[in-house]
């Protein structure tokens, strides 16, 4: 893997740009490259968080396991997200993690994140921002559960895992790859697979949304958005600003 294919340096810079010490910094997490399959676990809750990873390819979910066998996903990453982040603090993994598809994950210590700690404020505020986007998305979640009926749902989650990919993806439209099952999205909703089956039924009837398989299709973007009610606050782009505002405090970011 090429340093310029390296996909954290690729994520990376949609925030900023990075000078030559700092690409560095980040392909050296990406300098173990595992080839991982469909569902298989990356580590389990409780146990010793030695390392964390670079989700290079693929997608991944973090989850708790209920004692009637069940799960609840909490999160679900991308190619290009830092998986772990959250067990910096605790030093142990708050939650399990699985793959959802077949990809490629790099393992690292957590000595990596302390280099770049001390070797580039710049990334490390991007790694903080990135973090707390991570819990907004956790807290957003919660209030996706409690407070909204399915269809709002099903709907918000889905135009939350759109603009997720649009960020990196600015090419994606109204069609897009969602490799989730049924049963995963009922895990993520806390709905049972039937009722998600029912509510994507009640969609495409309407004419809001098609899903064919793995694939997406959202004829008309705002009148969607609409439907979910959904605002893109906790989600909004704003480590690029926050960046700029430290820079033009006069601190130093190299």
Not at 10 to 37: G, I, M, W
Not at 132 to 156: D, Y
Request: net charge negative.
């Amino acid at each position: 893997m090429l340093d310029r294919d390296r996909c954290l340096v690729r994520n990376f810079k949609h925030y900023c740009a990075l000078d030559e010490t700092e690409a560095e910094l980040l392909a050296a997490l990406e300098k173990t490259p595992q080839t991982v399959s469909n569902a298989q676990m990356l580590w389990e809750e409780n146990h010793f968080a030695e390392t964390l990873c670079v989700l290079s390819e693929g997608w991944a979910c973090s989850y708790r396991s209920m004692d009637d066998g069940t799960r609840q996903i909490l999160n679900i990453f991308l190619p290009g997200d830092v998986v772990g982040l959250s067990d910096f603090s605790p030093r142990r993994h708050l939650t399990s993690v699985a793959m959802l598809t077949e990809g490629v994950i790099c393992r690292f210590p957590f000595k990596n994140l302390t280099d770049i700690f001390t070797t580039s404020p710049r990334l490390t505020t991007v790694l903080f921002s990135l973090a707390g986007q991570q819990q907004a998305i956790m807290a957003e979640r919660l209030v996706n559960m409690g407070r909204r009926t399915a269809r709002e749902k099903v709907a918000h989650f889905i135009c939350e895992m759109h603009l997720r990919l649009r960020k990196t993806c600015p090419d994606i439209t109204h069609r897009f790859n969602l490799p989730l099952s049924q049963q995963v999205l009922a895990d993520v909703l806390g709905l049972s697979a039937v009722h998600v089956s029912r509510t994507f039924s009640e969609l495409r009837e309407e004419g809001l949304l098609y899903r064919e398989r793995n694939r997406i299709e959202i004829p008309d973007l705002e009148a969607f958005y609409d439907v979910a009610n959904f605002s893109d606050i906790y989600l909004g782009d704003s480590i690029s600003e926050l960046l700029k505002l430290i820079e033009n405090d006069g601190s130093t970011l190299r």
